[in-house]
């Protein structure tokens, strides 16, 4: 690279972490609007985080950057790049071919309108008034429809919601997901019907037992201090707080979770934590030659979400780690579990029961609930739907693959909060993180065969340093496709999913 391309290579890497440090400085703000904003600053919030992201998007569109990639693609030396300049440099060109295609007042009034919606839909939610909430959900999805239509062009796809899932799942398309969904419907359909016919019933009673919020933040720590997440130390970069849904953020040194605590199904808070522990160890784990840079960020949400459910799941409800961390809860709980036999502990955590709650749902069960957001999303921006249908279609959804009956839209339609929140297109990821960790829990058997038989004796490490060396420290170098390919040698299937679940669940069911 010439000394001329790479000053102005330079001058795009110093833009792009200006703008990385601006949208972690959002991060924060939108953390502290979920677990410290007092309830009246809801309509400044929503104007703080509307100017933050039109100040990204200015950013973005900046016309000098315009320059900069105009002059580094027209250099004779631009082919000669590395592929982490090249990537850079893709990653760049395509934020700055999209953002500057969408108006000034598109950004903000959907960054407004994120904020006002989230606020709306918690008092709804909790009135059960899906009336009360439909205006604002209604202004939101005109507003994605906007940006869907104009990016839809931009990128080069075939429909806007195609261009919706683009920004979170790269290069992947509604009719691509279609395809690997109906096929993971029969599988998922499949294992649900043999736990059915098993005659295995759990008693989940065990898990409704009353713990106490303290001794269950002691759990927690515990589980974080398992995995590796740290938030005690003098060099911590995390921190753990209480909010109605949980999630995580941050970026490298600080990267938060939340979780929410239940007395009565004390465990939830024990997988939530799991969950959104594995999302910040990827978010930590991303290479440290690569920060401040586009590619040091995850490869997609997918991707993201085959980290966290893997901790959560291939991890954390699995007989080896549950062998292990029984009699460490029974130490901390106490009288709840006493008596408590590990069998019953196994069949319990793993019971299989259709659930109206996406995140309390099992294993089985899970990719049943993202299908149907799924469907509805894509009938929604095609036009097969509107805001006043989505409670009905939800209901019958829910009968149809789920056998359940939706008493009210809280636990219905209302009962996530990424459509409030401007996250159309987002929840495929989830499901397609199910068939990622299927695809990487499969090579890491081949790997390293002795994993299980370390989990049992509380050793995480052979595993999650498995996904850091594989997974975590590519970043965004690849899409997620060819990153799938590169690891497994495969090309996206649902298969190795599905066997997974028939063979743990097997096991535990006796089918």
């Not at 953002?99 to 606020?119: H, N, R, S, W, Y």
Request: charged fraction near 25%; charge should be neutral; proline fraction near 5%.
């Amino acid at each position: 690279m010439s000394s001329q391309v790479q000053k102005k290579y330079e001058t795009l890497l110093t833009r792009a972490k200006e703008l990385t440090i601006l949208q972690s400085a959002t991060a924060i703000v939108q953390w502290d609007m979920e677990t410290k904003m007092p309830p009246r600053g809801l309509n400044l919030r929503s104007q703080q985080l509307a100017l933050l992201g039109l100040m990204g998007h200015k950013m973005i569109t900046d016309p000098q950057t315009g320059k900069l990639l105009e002059d580094i693609e027209k250099a004779p030396e631009f082919n000669g790049l590395t592929s982490p300049h090249k990537r850079n440099f893709h990653l760049v060109r395509k934020a700055f071919d999209e953002a500057t295609k969408l108006p000034e007042d598109l950004v903000f009034e959907t960054a407004k309108q994120q904020t006002i919606g989230v606020g709306v839909w918690k008092k709804a939610k909790a009135a059960k008034d899906y009336n009360m909430f439909k205006p604002e959900l209604k202004k939101m999805i005109e507003l994605r429809q906007r940006a869907a239509d104009i990016l839809m062009k931009v990128k080069g796809v075939k429909t806007p919601y195609d261009a919706l899932i683009d920004g979170f799942e790269p290069n992947m398309t509604a009719e691509m997901i279609t395809a690997v969904f109906d096929e993971m419907r029969v599988g998922l359909i499949g294992v649900l019907k043999k736990v059915n016919n098993s005659g295995v019933e759990p008693d989940t009673s065990i898990l409704s037992r009353l713990v106490p919020i303290e001794t269950q933040r002691r759990i927690s720590d515990a589980a974080m201090e398992f995995i590796g997440y740290d938030t005690k130390s003098d060099n911590a970069g995390g921190r753990l707080d209480e909010t109605e849904h949980p999630f995580t953020n941050g970026y490298y040194d600080d990267v938060r979770i939340t979780t929410h605590y239940h007395e009565d199904r004390w465990v939830s808070s024990l997988y939530s934590v799991l969950h959104e522990g594995g999302h910040a160890l990827y978010e930590q784990n991303c290479p440290r030659e690569y920060i401040y840079q586009p590619i040091g960020s995850a490869a997609s949400f997918g991707v993201h979400e085959s980290q966290s459910r893997f901790v959560e799941n291939m991890v954390g409800k699995s007989p080896e780690f549950l062998v292990y961390i029984l009699p460490r809860l029974k130490k901390i709980i106490g009288n709840p579990l006493r008596g408590v036999k590990l069998w019953d502990f196994i069949l319990a955590v793993n019971e299989v029961i259709p659930s109206k709650i996406r995140i309390e749902a099992d294993e089985v069960t899970y990719g049943l609930h993202i299908i149907i957001r799924f469907e509805m999303e894509r009938d929604i921006f095609s036009g097969k739907l509107t805001v006043d249908d989505l409670p009905q279609v939800w209901n019958e959804k829910y009968n149809k693959y789920l056998g359940l009956e939706i008493e009210n839209d809280s636990e219905g339609v209302m009962q996530d909060i990424h459509w409030a929140n401007g996250l159309q297109g987002y929840f495929p990821s989830y499901a397609l993180g199910n068939i990622y960790g299927g695809m990487f829990l499969n090579k890491l058997k081949k790997d390293i065969p002795e994993w299980r038989k370390e989990l049992k004796k509380g050793n995480i490490k052979p595993a999650m340093t498995w996904m850091k060396e594989n997974v975590q420290s590519k970043g965004a170098l690849y899409d997620p496709a060819d990153l799938i390919k590169g690891i497994t040698e495969t090309k996206l299937t649902v298969k190795p999913f599905i066997n997974y679940l028939e063979k743990k669940y097997g096991k535990i069911y006796r089918f």
